[in-house]
């Protein structure tokens, strides 16, 4: 959630609420509450505001205690907090790429000493590309140095009794309990998130700090202040997207002619069966896997019952644009986007992607609820898009232009797809641009494919609407 954008009190409030509704569902479902509560395990992430983070784990084993104490656990292992934290890709950056080991390294001696169970650092280089075995190994040797040369991980909640942390700590636990009460009037999460609530207060937290970012009142050091001259070249993993699909392609053709078809559709009927009869569908689907089923037929045959769940985009108006308030460079590109509504009828249209199995939207939502405020038409698409489907949203709302958010290493695919896909819509004057972790190597390569311009992490966000509304009028003579 906090990679999603969520401070940490909604982190904590939604994490913990989450874990609620799973007690009571399992317990609905005729569970004792001793035999899987013992066994439930939390993940947050872990960012830069150091002793907040730390804070943070301390007030989640808080609140959990006290909810579990709601279900009357006899064994007190069920009321204990277990979590993994993985530290914050958001705070990963593309400029000075370096100074990520640092940021790594403060986020993981944060969790430890908030008293994590178990650890994921990042690599340097996410903010970038694929991590190599380079940057890898840095990332576990970040652990390995806390675990054995630092002592941190002699005592056990090593920063209690800390004025600040203790005070943190009750505050985080005050301010979380107001939201996770604010979920129980609601009906619990399950309730909470189809409303919808959740993720757009998530969503607007995004937008605030990613305004204080632009505006500099967050510093990230190397992005907007303290910024270098020279980027260090440093190496970059490159994926070939084609030769991996076709290789997985043939791996799967290779299970479905060597496996027995009749047992293997009979366990897929069987998972069907049950999603519409009731029965214990991870029985049932560990039973299709044995017979090689793939992932997609698993899912497909409780689709069939289920149908496939698609988010609703809503956007925020406001938030963004409300810190920019009196800036002067801020209403100069307003008044540049009056210009063009005045000039063609209509103000720049913008349609925001997100294409493949890439389920991150931070990124998206934060750039269509940003270029809103400065005055574009903005029209969100779902999460997991194909090319085709893009393509044809873009034509359907007769947009300029399509902003490609990329995070999972697909752009090199997905964009020539996009800029052919709407080559075949006779749509080919729609513009692309694509922002995200695209690698520097890579953008010749999509430039030479039709892709206008090319926006990486830490991009100023006026100044990337400015240029996109003069690409824009370039492309329209």
């Known amino acids: ?80 907090l277990r ?36 650890l994921h650092t990042n690599s340097f280089d996410e903010a970038i590309a694929l991590p190599t075995e380079t940057s890898s190994r840095i990332a576990r040797n970040t652990q390995l140095i806390l675990q054995e040369e630092t002592g941190v991980t002699n005592v056990v909640d090593p920063l209690a009794g800390s004025y600040y942390v203790e005070k943190l700590t ?19 999460m399950t309730k909470a998130v189809a409303s919808g609530l959740p993720k757009l207060k998530i969503e607007e937290s995004a937008a605030r700090r990613q ?10 050091v190397g992005v907007n202040k303290y910024k270098s001259e020279n980027q260090p070249d440093i190496e970059v993993r490159d994926i070939d997207n084609n030769q991996v699909r076709d290789a997985q392609v043939s791996k799967l053709r290779i299970i479905k002619a060597n496996r027995d078809k009749n047992a293997c559709e009979a366990a897929l009927l069987e998972l069907g069966r049950r999603c519409e009869k009731g029965g214990n569908l991870l029985e049932a689907a560990i039973e299709a896997a044995r017979h090689r089923a793939t992932v997609g ?53 913008m349609l925001v992607v997100k294409m493949g199995q890439d ?3 931070r990124g998206a939502k934060v750039i269509a609820t940003a270029f809103a405020d400065i005055g574009f038409d903005v029209d969100v698409g779902p999460l997991f898009q194909t090319p ?20 999972a290493a697909g752009h090199k695919t997905l964009a020539p797809k996009l800029v052919e896909a ?8 729609i513009l692309v641009v694509c922002g995200g972790v695209i690698p520097q190597q890579d953008y010749d390569y999509l430039k030479a494919a039709g892709v206008a311009a090319i926006f990486g992490p830490g991009t100023n966000i006026p100044d990337a609407a400015q240029n996109v509304l003069d690409l824009i009028r370039e492309s329209r003579g």
């Not at 509450?33 to 505001?49: C, E, H, K, P, Y």
């Not at 005050?174 to 009906?187: C, Q, S």
């Not at 305004?211 to 990230?220: K, L, P, S, T």
């Open 1 to 80: 959630m906090q990679e999603a954008g969520a401070n940490l009190v909604q982190e904590l409030a939604y994490t913990i609420a989450d874990g609620r509704e799973y007690v009571r569902v399992a317990i609905a479902r005729g569970m004792d509450v001793d035999a899987f509560a013992g066994r439930l395990s939390f993940f947050f992430a872990v960012g830069m505001n150091f002793f907040m983070e730390a804070a943070k784990l301390r007030a989640a084993r808080v609140l959990w205690h006290r909810i579990m104490s709601e279900f009357e656990p006899k064994n007190p292992k069920s009321s204990m």
């Open 83 to 118: 979590t993994h934290c993985q530290t914050s890709g958001v705070s990963l950056q593309e400029q000075d790429p370096y100074n990520n080991i640092v940021r790594t390294a403060f986020e993981a001696m944060s969790a430890v000493l908030g008293g994590t169970q178990s």
């Open 170 to 188: 009750a505050d985080l636990i005050d301010e979380a309990w107001v939201l996770i009460e604010e979920v129980e009037e609601m009906g619990g």
């Open 211 to 220: 305004a204080m970012i632009d505006r500099g009142e967050e510093v990230i």
């Open 297 to 349: 037929e698993i899912s497909l045959a409780m689709e069939g019952t289920f149908g496939r769940h698609r988010a609703e985009v809503k956007t925020l108006a406001g938030v963004y644009g409300s810190a920019y308030e009196g800036d002067e460079n801020f209403e100069a590109i307003q008044k540049s986007v009056e210009e063009f509504a005045k000039e063609e009828g209509r103000r720049p249209r």
């Open 359 to 361: 389920g991150h939207d």
């Open 388 to 407: 085709e489907e893009a393509a044809q949203d873009a034509v359907d709302n007769d947009v300029h232009v399509v902003g490609i958010s990329s995070q």
């Open 422 to 429: 709407l080559k075949a819509s006779d749509a080919g004057e």
